[in-house]
């Protein structure tokens, strides 16, 4: 066992593997782990930000009235759902990856993760399936909630695809990070409580970024969450602040920064192997 052990890891170190470049069935697996691990228990990962997006859209309505102008030329409610909908995506997303990684540390099973011959592009690509299958139902079942209550579509159905996509495997990209870096739960909490939730509502979630003073607008323009609910609702109702392709770029550069460090991370063992 031992030599077939040392075997693999061998061919694996040369870059060459018995069942390829590509580990498909190792990839697939893990991949499929990460998707079973949220729809398991699917009232808690997907029915409580459903219920969670549809309070805040309710509470919003309600507190608010008829009486609040339009925004962007649009009811209030149809410019403050798409970001109530990016919000909870980006949200599901990074909790799909960094629970799963903090939890199997904890318990002590990463090994079970780590012992496959799976590269660290790999590892990267398995959890980021399950943090991008995870936004992709939540943001599919709360449009379709949105398109039931409000009425509203999809007026630019490519670009509000590409932003949900590239929101899912941003925030599933820190959560791995998050999950690299964390020991206890307490210090992910701090992570969640002090710089995710922060970037996600002082974003432009509820507001338009053009009512902000000066500075505070020009500070939110380098938070790349703006871009995604920005991006996320001109896909949906066809407005939005800065250029949609200028926010493609940014996402973009941001994510694929992102998951090169995961890359990295898993590569180097960074508080997995010690």
């Known amino acids: 066992m031992a030599k077939a052990i040392n075997s ?7 870059g060459v593997r018995r069942f390829g470049r590509v580990n498909w069935l190792g990839l697939y697996t893990l991949a499929l782990r990460e998707v079973l691990r949220f729809t398991t228990v699917w009232t808690q990962t997907l029915l409580a930000p459903l219920m969670t997006a549809g309070l805040f859209l309710t509470i919003f309505t309600l507190a ?15 410019f403050l759902a798409p970001g109530i909908l990016t919000m ?4 599901n997303a990074f909790a ?28 990267v690509l398995g959890y980021m399936a399950g943090a991008l299958a995870r936004g992709l139902v939540v943001a599919i079942a709360i449009w379709a909630g949105m398109a039931a209550a409000f009425g509203l579509g999809l007026a630019h159905p490519i670009y509000a695809l590409a932003f949900i996509t590239l929101g899912a495997l ?17 210090q992910m909490a701090a992570i969640t409580n ?36 920005d991006g996320v609702r001109y896909g949906i109702i066809g ?8 926010g493609l770029l940014v996402v973009g550069s941001v994510t694929f920064a992102i998951l090169l460090a995961c890359w990295v991370l898993f590569k180097r063992g960074t508080k997995l192997k010690s």
């Not at 009235?65 to 209030?76: K, Q, W």
């Open 64 to 78: 608010i009235g008829p009486n609040r102008g339009d925004v962007m030329g649009v009811p209030f409610i149809h």
């Open 239 to 246: 407005r939005s602040d800065t250029s949609p392709l200028f």
């Open 88 to 91: 909870t995506v980006i949200q």
């Open 8 to 14: 693999t890891h061998s061919e694996a170190g040369m």
């Open 194 to 229: 002090f710089i995710i939730t922060p970037l996600s509502f002082l974003s432009g979630t509820f507001y338009s970024v053009e009512s902000l003073p000066g500075w505070f607008r020009t500070l939110t323009h380098f938070n790349p969450i703006f871009y995604l609910i």
């Open 96 to 123: 799909n990856t960094s629970s799963s990684l903090l939890v199997s540390k904890v318990q002590g099973n990463i090994v079970d993760t780590l012992m496959p011959p799976l590269s660290p592009l790999e590892l």
């Open 170 to 186: 941003l925030l599933g990209g820190l959560g791995l990070i998050a999950g690299i870096v964390s020991q206890k739960f307490d």
